[in-house]
C-alpha cells in the first residue's frame, strides 16, 4: 500500500533542492488519486508501474531532475483517468499536461475504444516526440525510456484497447 511518503521517498525527494517539494507533494497526491483503484493486466496495482518507471530513470538512467521524475511518476494518468486532467493542469500547471497528452494515446484521452487510424495517429505522435528538441536532455530520456515501454507493450501481444 502506498501513501505520499512512500511516493515521495521513491522520487528520492530528499536529494531535492528545497523549492520542488511542493510540486513533488502535488505529484504524490495526484498519482495516489488518478492510480487508485486501477489495476494493471498481470492484476497488480497500477500504482506500481510508474513507481516502476521512476526507479529506472532514477537508478538506471541517473537522472536526478525533479521535473523529469515528476512525469514518469505521472506518465500515465491521463489514460488511466482522463478526468484527472483538470486537476493536473491546476497543481501542475498547462504545460505540464501537455507533455502528459502528447504521451497518451488519443482514444484514451478520448474515452472511446481505439480505432484501425489510431495506430497511424500514436506512430506519428511518437515520431514528432522522439525528434522534439527538448529544454531538458533529461526529458528526452525519459521520451525515449516511456516511447520504448509503450512499443515493449504494445508488441507483446497485451495491445492497448
Given at each position: 500500500m502506498h501513501d505520499l511518503d512512500s511516493i515521495l521517498a521513491a522520487l528520492a525527494t530528499?536529494?531535492?533542492?528545497?523549492?520542488?517539494?511542493?510540486?513533488a507533494l502535488a505529484a504524490a497526491a495526484l498519482s495516489l488519486a488518478a492510480y487508485e483503484g486501477r489495476v494493471r493486466d498481470q492484476g497488480t496495482p497500477y500504482i506500481e508501474h510508474p513507481l516502476a518507471v521512476v526507479a529506472i530513470l532514477r537508478d538506471e538512467l541517473h537522472i536526478s531532475h525533479p521535473e523529469t521524475l515528476i512525469f514518469g511518476l505521472l506518465h500515465d494518468a491521463l489514460e488511466v483517468t482522463p478526468s484527472s486532467e483538470p486537476e493536473i493542469a491546476i497543481r501542475l500547471g498547462c504545460s505540464f499536461v501537455a507533455e502528459l497528452r502528447a504521451m497518451t494515446p488519443d482514444h484514451r484521452l478520448e474515452g472511446r475504444s481505439r480505432q484501425a487510424t489510431d495506430e497511424t495517429v500514436w506512430r506519428t505522435k511518437t515520431r514528432r516526440l522522439s525528434s522534439a528538441q527538448t529544454e531538458s536532455p533529461e526529458l528526452k530520456a525519459a521520451y525515449e525510456v516511456l516511447l520504448g515501454e509503450r512499443d515493449r507493450y504494445r508488441t507483446s501481444g497485451m495491445a492497448l484497447t
Open positions: 530528499n536529494t531535492w533542492p528545497a523549492e520542488h517539494h511542493g510540486r
